[in-house]
């Protein structure tokens, strides 16, 4: 069965280091997410694209983290520099192009998550 | 803005009891979409059910069945006979078909804990 590759699964790093994660969507899902999930919390979304291009970034914190999806398929998530509030589970998720609706296009299939811990 | 509450955080039920997990939601979109997905130990979210605004049918899938009441903006879920592998976190989630129908905003989620 299809899924979502990420990695790594782990990451421990320090305060003010520079940290990367990166995600393989599902073979022709246009739409890729990347959301982080503090313990405890449900998750919540950083940025959204479409192909290529950047549809939701209204929570990415933009002083520290960058995301690309360069070619519109596999994406980067950097975080830099990190900081200890950002230790959290990052979940990288695919789906259908957006407007394909009827077909399940906003049905997110997840990965199995990222998961930071800054010291 | 789009919000949904999940006022249980935790429920802790014997095998074969039925539970119920409850999810309120807030929108002011008239077309939305509501989903269920459940996060075992392993941590990987996977999708149960998603429901449009306009299709406010029950469904039920073996002992899974969902609740969507319009009225009182809520999209029940209830397990029957649960099983210990029904262990999970389990999270309500809504998008807006007119502002981003691919963003979805989760509750907090009901951690269930089902002992045998």
């Known amino acids: 069965e299809a899924e979502v590759a990420q990695s790594p699964r782990y990451k421990i790093t320090e305060k003010s280091q520079a940290v990367a994660f990166w995600c393989d969507p599902i073979?022709?899902?246009?739409?890729l997410y990347w959301y982080r999930q503090i313990l405890g919390q449900g998750p919540e979304l950083l940025v959204q694209?479409?192909?290529?291009?950047?549809?939701?970034d209204s929570q990415l914190p933009k002083d520290r983290f960058s995301a690309e999806r360069l070619k519109g398929v596999d994406s980067t998530l950097k975080i830099q520099p990190a900081e200890l509030g950002d230790s959290a589970m990052y979940l990288c998720?695919?789906?259908?192009?957006?407007?394909?609706?009827?077909?399940?296009?906003?049905?997110?299939?997840f990965g199995a998550g990222s998961r930071l811990t800054v010291l | 803005a789009q919000k949904v509450t999940q006022a249980q955080t935790e429920i802790s039920v014997v095998e074969k009891e039925d539970v119920t997990l409850d999810c309120v939601y807030e929108?002011?979109?008239?077309?939305?979409?509501l989903f269920w997905y459940k996060q075992p130990p392993s941590g990987e979210l996977v999708f149960l059910i998603r429901?449009?605004?306009?299709?406010?049918q029950n469904e039920i899938s073996g002992r899974y069945s969902w609740n969507f009441q319009k009225s009182t903006s809520s999209f029940n879920f209830t397990i029957t006979a649960s099983q210990v592998v029904d262990s999970a976190v389990y999270f309500c989630?809504?998008?807006?078909?007119?502002?981003?129908?691919?963003?979805?905003?989760f509750g907090d989620g009901t951690t269930l804990t089902v002992k045998p």
């Open positions: 989630a809504l998008s807006e078909a007119q502002t981003n129908a691919g963003k979805s905003t």
């Open positions: 429901r449009n605004s306009f299709d406010e």
């Open positions: 694209f479409q192909d290529e291009s950047v549809v939701d």
């Open positions: 073979s022709g899902h246009a739409t």
């Open positions: 998720a695919s789906s259908l192009r957006g407007g394909q609706l009827a077909t399940g296009a906003n049905v997110l299939t």
């Open positions: 929108t002011r979109d008239t077309t939305y979409y």
